[in-house]
């Protein structure tokens, strides 16, 4: 069965650093994702990514974060000076068609600042 | 604006017993309803979906779930509980595609436990 796949699963980073996230989508989907979850919370909508663009952001998504997708098969999240409430669990997720099918996740990357 | 609210953050059943995991949704279009399972330290996995086809809906690992419109609930089911069913559970709900709500809005989950 086809994956996403995010690396690294686990990154520790000290505050002010700008840190990148990485995520291979499922080869044929055409909507990329980006959520967390903090430890113990829900999980929440970051950021959506179509036709090399963003087409929705959440509150959360605010000028520190960035995605791109620098070649036809990896899509980043990058947080350009991490604070300590960074702290999370980042999920990757891509879809062939929107939200019809559902998403397929990645297994996280859990980020902890100190 | 889409919401869902998940009726209890704990849930625990013993082995054998039913399983029933509440959800109630909120949604200004005709929504797409979906639950998720997460195990220990791993991400997300589909369970089952509701698309505005059948209304009982089966997915994986014996689970099941009724769309009921009147009622705003898409509750989760299972007849016979299982130790490794014990996880987190998430309801979600978009918006049709190509709406602006088309993005997959999460619960705040609840955590299964099964007693042996």
């Known amino acids: 069965e086809p994956e996403v796949t995010q690396t690294p699963s686990h990154q520790v980073t000290q505050m002010g650093q700008e840190v990148i996230l990485r995520c291979v989508p499922i080869?044929?989907?055409?909507?990329f994702y980006w959520y967390r979850q903090i430890l113990g919370q829900k999980v929440e909508f970051l950021v959506s990514?179509?036709?090399?663009?963003?087409?929705?952001k959440s509150e959360i998504f605010d000028d520190q974060f960035s995605v791109e997708r620098p070649d036809g098969s990896n899509f980043t999240l990058k947080i350009r000076s991490t604070k300590l409430e960074d702290s999370a669990m980042y999920f990757c997720?891509?879809?062939?068609?929107?939200?019809?099918?559902?998403?397929?996740f990645g297994s996280g990357t859990r980020l902890t600042v100190v | 604006a889409q919401s869902v609210t998940q009726l209890g953050s704990h849930v625990s059943v013993s082995e054998g017993a039913l399983v029933l995991l509440r959800c109630n949704y909120s949604?200004?279009?005709?929504?797409?309803l979906f639950w998720y399972v997460q195990y220990p330290n791993q991400g997300l996995q589909l369970l089952l979906k509701?698309?505005?086809?059948?209304?009982l809906v089966k997915g994986i690992n014996g689970f099941e779930a009724e769309f009921k419109k009147s009622e705003t609930s898409f509750h989760l089911t299972k007849p016979s509980a299982h130790m490794s069913d014990a996880a987190e559970y998430f309801c979600?709900?978009?918006?049709?595609?190509?709406?602006?709500?088309?993005?997959?809005?999460f619960g705040s989950g609840t955590r299964l436990s099964i007693r042996p």
């Open positions: 949604s200004s279009v005709p929504p797409y």
């Open positions: 979600a709900v978009s918006g049709l595609w190509g709406s602006s709500a088309s993005k997959i809005i």
């Open positions: 990514f179509y036709n090399n663009e963003i087409s929705e």
């Open positions: 509701y698309t505005s086809a059948a209304t």
């Open positions: 080869s044929n989907h055409l909507y």
């Open positions: 997720a891509s879809s062939e068609v929107s939200t019809y099918y559902g998403y397929t």
